[in-house]
């Protein structure tokens, strides 16, 4: 090859290189605090930070909130790595700020590490019910909402109490952020964990006025579980009250989005426990408008298997005996609806099941006149069910 071809080739390779962008504003990860969980709570400040105000570390604010930042890993810095420091031994690293914006509190973290924060792995949001209460949801979370740092897709959770204590574990190998979201893969277990709601999901339902639900998280020294939902007015978007296991059972009934779940019931002869395992559900919400007068009829179906049986001796599987089994679990689910639509209807006042979305899809117009004061509507509303269960499996047993 020519001494003439080879510069020609190699021209355009060396042009190129100067329209090729390098990582300029790249921050290597090991020079960040990367956070997988934020709480937010009612403000009550740390020791360490009456500490630093009484030495004039303050700044003009109102205790409001206090934000929690999950941290890991937790030997993201010099001093946190030493043994003997807060949390040696952890997988993560908790630390708290209070004040009354969020984007404040965050940026005061930088006061006080070498490292700043990064919310590109955030995973998780628990939000205690006590602030949700006491102020609207979509202040608590417009930082969140607006910062392109943070994705839309990580999960929101409701705290029975601090969200402090949902965010902490008694195990040192564990990081509650990423426990809490394991739960969420769970719900083709069990009927009683809602699917989940992410940031973006929740920004769309707090923009359409409508009430909605969020799960529930219940702690006690580091341990943690999942129960019931709490239940926010789309009018305020405020924490105003809870759902129980039963009532998500219902409510799974109603929307037909169980992927699993356990209806279980006793023997009329002698109290024996029999089960049946969900293994489907079909729901359908209809409808009807005549005249003024608006109603609701749920047509609910399920299949699934007979999986425990506690009478001695057990029962053959006639098929007698089975039509009265799946009239036995039919019952039960229909208390779990019943008991789930007098909360809805004659507790809270609020339509969190999505009967609304039924109506304003096959009724627009009469949704468009009723759609600001739908949930007082809703409470007046008749609802009818119909609920069809279906064994179609007894399981092994043994003769």
Same mark, same amino acid.
């Given at each position: 090859?020519?001494?003439?071809?080879?510069?020609?080739?190699?021209?355009?390779?060396?042009?190129l290189l100067l329209f090729t962008s390098g990582c300029w504003s790249s921050k290597e990860i090991e020079d960040l605090s990367v956070y997988v969980g934020l709480g937010l709570d009612v403000a009550k400040e740390t020791e360490f930070e009456k500490s630093v105000n009484e030495q004039g570390g303050h700044y003009p604010k109102r205790n409001n909130i206090t934000a929690t930042v999950q941290i890991v890993p937790k030997g993201s810095s010099k001093e946190e790595s030493q043994q003997g420091s807060p949390g040696a031994g952890k997988s993560y690293f908790n630390e708290q700020l209070t004040g009354d914006s969020v984007i404040q509190i965050f940026r005061q973290f930088s006061l006080r590490r070498d490292r700043p924060l990064i919310g590109h792995h955030l995973k998780v949001i628990v939000v205690s019910s006590e602030v949700a209460r006491k102020f609207r949801l979509d202040q608590l979370l417009d930082f969140v909402l607006r910062d392109n740092d943070i994705r839309p897709s990580c999960l929101v959770v409701v705290s029975d109490r601090r969200a402090l204590d949902a965010l902490t574990s008694n195990d040192p190998s564990e990081i509650p952020s990423f426990y809490l979201t394991g739960l969420v893969d769970n719900v083709y277990r069990t009927n009683k964990i809602l699917p989940p709601v992410s940031l973006a999901k929740l920004d769309a339902t707090m923009q359409s006025g409508s009430s909605y639900l969020l799960q529930n998280v219940i702690s006690y020294e580091g341990e943690h579980k999942f129960s019931g939902a709490a239940i926010f007015s789309g009018k305020t978007n405020r924490w105003i009250g809870s759902l129980n296991q039963t009532d998500m059972e219902g409510l799974s009934w109603i929307q037909g989005k169980a992927k699993g779940g356990v209806v279980k019931t006793y023997t009329h002869k002698d109290g024996s426990t029999i089960t049946y395992e969900i293994k489907h559900i079909k729901s359908k919400i209809i409808p009807t408008v005549k005249g003024d007068d608006i109603s609701f009829h749920v #047509?609910? &179906?399920?299949?699934?298997?007979?999986?425990?049986?506690?009478?001695?001796?057990?029962?053959?599987?006639?098929?007698?005996?089975?039509d009265g089994l799946e009239k036995d679990f039919?019952?039960?689910?229909?208390? #779990?609806? &019943?008991?789930?639509?007098h909360k809805m209807q004659h507790v809270y006042k609020v339509d969190a099941a999505g009967f609304g979305d039924k109506l304003r899809i096959k009724y627009p117009r009469v949704?468009?006149?009723?759609?600001?004061?739908w949930d007082e509507t809703f409470s007046e509303i008749p609802i009818t069910y119909d609920i069809k269960v279906k064994i179609t499996n007894q399981g092994s047993s043994t003769e």
């Open positions: 090859m020519s001494r003439k071809v080879r510069l020609a080739l190699l021209l355009p390779g060396l042009m #047509q609910i &179906e399920s299949d699934g298997w007979f999986m425990e049986n506690w009478t001695a001796p057990e029962a053959k599987g006639s098929e007698h005996y089975v039919g019952h039960m689910a229909e208390q #779990q609806v &019943e008991q789930l639509l949704w468009k006149k009723i759609k600001s004061n």
